[in-house]
């Protein structure tokens, strides 16, 4: 069976501004348990992220402030994205070969409509492993 990235993303997206604090971004996160953001487009900017690990690489490893430190100063951008068509195997050969852990998944109008991390994996290689119609244990 060919899993594809729309059978296991998280249709629920948050989006923050660049000017955000990261004080700002890491509120959003622990009260919606989640280990990324989407940052909105700017006038001389696409889309951006910033994840949990870029929290923990550009504020706690090299000392900054969160609450003195914009979104935009450690997001990354442009996005890496996937299409919602796309196999779960090529999905995850992106992130293996980016060094990335979520992936924004694009429609064809270049909206995020989703986002799919490594850890959504986890469920999908058991679902690999199991024959049709068994039941997880």
Wanted: charged share 25%.
């Amino acid at each position: 069976m060919q899993f594809k990235v729309h059978d296991w993303m998280m249709d629920l997206v948050v989006f923050i501004d660049p000017d955000a604090t990261v004080s700002e971004a890491l509120a959003i996160m622990r009260r919606r348990y989640i280990q990324s953001l989407i940052v909105r487009k700017t006038s001389e900017h696409a889309y951006g992220i910033v994840t949990s690990r870029d929290i923990s690489d550009k504020i706690v490893a090299q000392e900054r402030n969160p609450r003195e430190t914009r979104v935009k100063e450690i997001m990354t951008s442009p996005l890496i994205t996937v299409s919602p068509e796309m196999t779960l195997q090529q999905c995850a050969a992106i992130m293996r070969d980016n060094h990335i852990h979520h992936l924004p998944v694009q429609d064809e109008t270049g909206d995020i409509i989703g986002m799919i991390a490594a850890a959504d994996f986890l469920v999908a290689a058991e679902a690999m492993g199991r024959n049709p119609g068994e039941k997880l244990s």
